[in-house]
């Protein structure tokens, strides 16, 4: 395992955990005190101690394989998968990244440069040249990272020609692993691939990001069908719901679309919508997160994580 970015700046405010653990700051502040033997006024907590003091509250970090998924490309799947990782994190959660898009953009996004750092990816697990132990990448105390990189655009072909069991090669590997997370959140290429169906079938829950536009709608639909075929193919008891990303609320089009999709999804139409925000464009290029400003994409992203996490809160 190797170490890159150590400081990705985690620490949740003080006034966000209270209103996560459901307290008063005042009563929370004096809790950490006796707790942790910390200055009275602390404003800031690491993953680390929120995961300690959330523990010791009766919370339960529920363990859960989240891939975010859709044949159309630029809808925030790479977005959405980096914000609710980091959001889980923030809150205590052990969170393990997995980029299987060739393009690696959530890896560049998380510090990760492929064109720069010879590391191995999950090509070369399948290809027997690494253990899935070495793939992973230490970003903070308790984010992990398996990286993308241009390798895997030849995975689809490996995979179909191996002779084993390429449903399974997304699966198993992480089944040796995930005892060590809370959330392992893989984002994916937009395909539908041997890959995507491997992570499908890998996946206790699949995140369907979609815009509010026409190729949008009926990629959702094709993904949908496909995901139904996987499910009977397998015999898997995994859900999917619907992300309904770069939502205006002034525009007619959102507002069609946003009635349509709750109408066909019902529950699987996620409660949250990500808001379209210019902050988001600044949060993947710099290393400082979204969550450390103030924009309409932290609240929707704050409560998209823990609509997902659902059993993170008591
Ligand atoms: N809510 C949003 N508001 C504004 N821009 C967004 C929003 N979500 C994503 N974007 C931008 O859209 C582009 C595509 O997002 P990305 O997450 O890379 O999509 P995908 O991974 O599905 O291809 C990026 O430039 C990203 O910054
Ligand atoms: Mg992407």
């Not at 690494?130 to 990286?147: A, C, K, R, Y």
């Not at 539908?192 to 992570?199: C, G, I, K, R």
């Not at 002034?250 to 709750?262: T, V």
Request: with cysteine; charged share 25%; hydrophobic share 45%.
């Amino acid at each position: 395992m190797s170490t890159i970015n150590p400081k990705m700046n985690l620490e949740l405010p003080i006034q966000e955990l209270a209103i996560f653990l459901k307290m008063e700051v005042l009563e929370l502040q004096k809790l950490i005190h006796e707790k942790f033997q910390l200055p009275l006024k602390t404003q800031k907590l690491s993953p680390g101690l929120v995961r300690e003091l959330a523990l010791s509250l009766g919370h339960v970090y529920s363990p859960k394989i989240i891939s975010f998924q859709m044949l159309k490309g630029g809808v925030a799947k790479t977005t959405s998968a980096l914000n609710i990782g980091i959001r889980a994190a923030m809150y205590g959660a052990k969170v393990l990244f997995v980029d299987l898009d060739q393009q690696a953009n959530l890896s560049f996004a998380l510090g990760h440069n492929p064109d720069e750092v010879d590391h191995p990816v999950w090509l070369d697990l399948i290809e027997k040249k690494s253990t899935v132990e070495e793939l992973i990448i230490s970003l903070d105390e308790n984010v992990d990272l398996i990286p993308s990189g241009l390798n895997n655009s030849v995975l689809d072909r490996v995979l179909l020609n191996s002779n084993r069991n390429w449903a399974q090669s997304v699966k198993v590997p992480l089944d040796q692993i995930r005892a060590n997370y809370d959330l392992i959140v893989i984002d994916t290429a937009p395909a539908l691939s041997a890959v995507n169906t491997a992570v499908t079938v890998a996946s206790d829950l699949v995140v369907l990001p979609v815009n509010p536009d026409r190729f949008s709608w009926m990629g959702l639909q094709k993904n949908i069908e496909e995901l139904s075929e996987i499910k009977k193919d397998f015999n898997l008891g995994f859900d999917y719901k619907v992300l309904f990303t770069r939502f205006d609320a002034r525009e007619k089009l959102s507002q069609d679309f946003m009635a349509k999709a709750q109408a066909q999804f019902g529950r699987r139409f996620m409660g949250t919508a990500i808001r379209t925000c210019s902050e988001i464009k600044n949060s993947v290029r710099s290393t400082k997160s979204l969550f450390h400003g103030r924009s309409t994409a932290k609240q929707d992203y704050d409560s998209a994580s823990q609509e997902l996490l659902g059993d993170l809160h008591v």
